[in-house]
């Protein structure tokens, strides 16, 4: 059984900044890429940023230079710093990651339960 566990939401003030976290457990040989992922209300689901196993990262235009991803592979974990908080950040954040799991080696996506941010005066 692998999931993922998210954590480190909550209500910030404009320019503000929070720090996601994003654990996965259970049996886990191995984790590709790790993403984060944000769902406003009324809006579709959309990629913030994602990390790969070697380190490589990519962003929204509209969170770069403010976000920055990273993960620490000792403990299956990845985080987005998110700093310059704005209105339109306010949304439910989920983790998703492919993962090879023990003892197949065989490998699924998953999604975390989401954590929400909310920014605002």
């Known amino acids: 059984q692998v999931q993922l566990v998210e954590s480190g939401g909550g209500l910030v003030q404009p320019g503000g900044s929070l720090r996601l976290s994003c654990a996965a457990s259970?049996?886990?040989?191995?984790?590709?890429?790790m993403n984060w992922y944000r769902q406003a209300p009324g809006k579709q689901r959309e990629l913030v940023a994602y990390?790969?196993?070697?380190?490589?990262?990519n962003y929204a235009d509209s969170v770069k230079g403010r976000f920055t991803i990273a993960r620490d592979n000792a403990v299956n974990t990845v985080y987005l710093q998110m700093n310059s908080l704005k209105p339109e950040d306010t949304a439910v954040y989920y983790c998703?990651?492919?993962?090879?799991?023990?003892?197949?080696?065989?490998?699924?996506?998953?999604w975390g339960q989401g954590t929400q941010v909310t920014v605002s005066s």
């Open positions: 990390i790969t196993s070697g380190g490589s990262t």
């Open positions: 259970g049996s886990i040989f191995s984790i590709n890429t």
């Open positions: 998703y990651a492919n993962i090879r799991r023990l003892p197949t080696m065989t490998s699924g996506t998953y």
